[in-house]
């Protein structure tokens, strides 16, 4: 089950619980094979699974309670996450500086930390990021764009203070 | 040239979201527009930071393997042949899937394999000091890497090729250290990185579709050594450096 290890990361990096990754991963099984009709051939298998994880931890009490729900899905909607501040577009970053980027990381909205993740890790089109969090591709590049330098910003504050 | 649009849309280019002509007219850019150039570095630096800490989590094998059974069918307790036969259909197409996406990942592993080589290489070419130790001499710069780097490497005999010997530097590579050469053959420069053999699992050149970066790529093994040569000069210009380093050893 080649795709589970990569399942069970991304439901880690969303709840932040290994048992309520562990819960959300088994759902997702559960409900691809009870649903499996709903799969159209010839679709991306990989974005319909994920489609399935993040909207069981939609509904789940840590993606409720973190607010995951709240209507971001329409585009131009996106001023309702955190504003990012001034921050320049690129930041040079040493090896020495991944500690600060896994901190930076744990510490954005979900929003954000999805749209990076599916992006960065998982290597998936937009497109396909599209349809796993059911938002047009516009939505994914600004939404992009904006957790790109909501971390930016978490690392140059991190940066600029001492570091753990 | 100035700065604006092109920042706007080097996220795009990176995601390899752009059309394969805004792709060639972004690439044309990057060569005479060194902020751009800069910030382009900078931002592969992010995405491999962020690739790198991102797979950080690992399942239980206990609840992999109570994963696995929930999902295999149960033939004792269902009686309807077609229900069974449904169930083992889906359970296929997910496992059959999941192969699918083990060779595509394969595949994506050695496409970013070389993407981190090449954002590597685009680095020291931009860097003012390209290299740690700076001699056209072999046996200068073959023994600056003793002890610096867990293995040994032949250096070839370059004399009477139009190749030279510029330097090297320590590389890191996914947490391995290697030895990255760099050689000059006219106005253009070449980096050869060498690793432990399988450091970087299976990820192959073979599975990479070399026309989705503007640098030409070989690769080989010798002696438990794993080499990338990696430049903008012609593909034949590389092979005669590959035969080199193949006759050093």
Request: overall charge neutral.
């Amino acid at each position: 089950m080649p795709l589970f290890d990569r399942l069970y990361n991304f439901a880690c990096w969303l709840t932040q619980d290994r048992n309520e990754a562990e819960d959300l991963v088994q759902e997702t099984y559960a409900k691809a094979l009870k649903g499996f009709s709903s799969f159209q051939q010839g679709t991306n298998f990989r974005a319909w699974m994920y489609r399935i994880l993040r909207n069981a931890f939609l509904n789940s009490r840590t993606g409720l309670k973190t607010g995951a729900t709240v209507p971001l899905d329409v585009e131009g909607n996106e001023d309702v996450l955190p504003p990012v501040g001034e921050t320049p577009e690129s930041v040079l970053l040493q090896r020495s500086d991944w500690e600060l980027v896994q901190q930076g990381l744990d510490q954005l909205p979900v929003p954000y930390r999805e749209v990076l993740l599916l992006c960065e890790v998982e290597e998936t089109s937009y497109r396909d990021i599209a349809g796993t969090l059911g938002v047009p591709i516009g939505t994914v590049m600004s939404r992009l764009s904006r957790a790109r330098q909501a971390l930016r910003t978490v690392v140059l504050k991190m940066q600029a203070g001492p570091k753990v | 040239m100035s700065f604006d649009p092109w920042t706007g849309r080097l996220d795009a280019y990176l995601d390899g979201e752009l059309s394969v002509e805004d792709t060639r007219a972004m690439e044309e850019h990057l060569r005479g527009c060194s902020a751009c150039g800069a910030a382009m570095v900078a931002r592969t630096q992010e995405k491999r930071a962020i690739r790198a800490v991102s797979q950080r989590y690992a399942p239980d094998p206990a609840f992999r393997t109570r994963i696995r059974e929930s999902i295999a069918p149960r033939p004792a307790r269902w009686k309807n042949f077609w229900a069974q036969g449904l169930a083992v259909a889906a359970m296929l197409i997910i496992v059959i899937g999941a192969s699918l996406i083990v060779v595509n990942r394969e595949r994506a592993n050695g496409r970013q394999l070389i993407g981190e080589l090449a954002d590597q290489h685009v680095a020291t070419l931009a860097s003012s000091n390209p290299v740690d130790v700076v001699s056209t001499d072999r046996h200068t710069v073959k023994p600056w890497f003793a002890g610096k780097i867990p293995f040994s490497f032949n250096l070839p005999e370059l004399q009477g090729s139009s190749f030279v010997l510029v330097g090297g530097r320590i590389a890191y590579l996914r947490q391995s250290p290697g030895a990255e050469l760099v050689f000059q053959v006219r106005q253009h420069r070449i980096s050869v990185f060498i690793f432990q053999e399988r450091a970087f699992g299976r990820a192959r050149i073979a599975d990479f579709n070399q026309g989705s970066i503007a640098f030409n790529v070989r690769s080989w093994t010798a002696n438990g050594l794993d080499y990338f040569a990696i430049s903008d000069v012609s593909g034949g210009d590389l092979n005669e450096l590959v035969k080199l380093f193949e006759a050093a050893d």
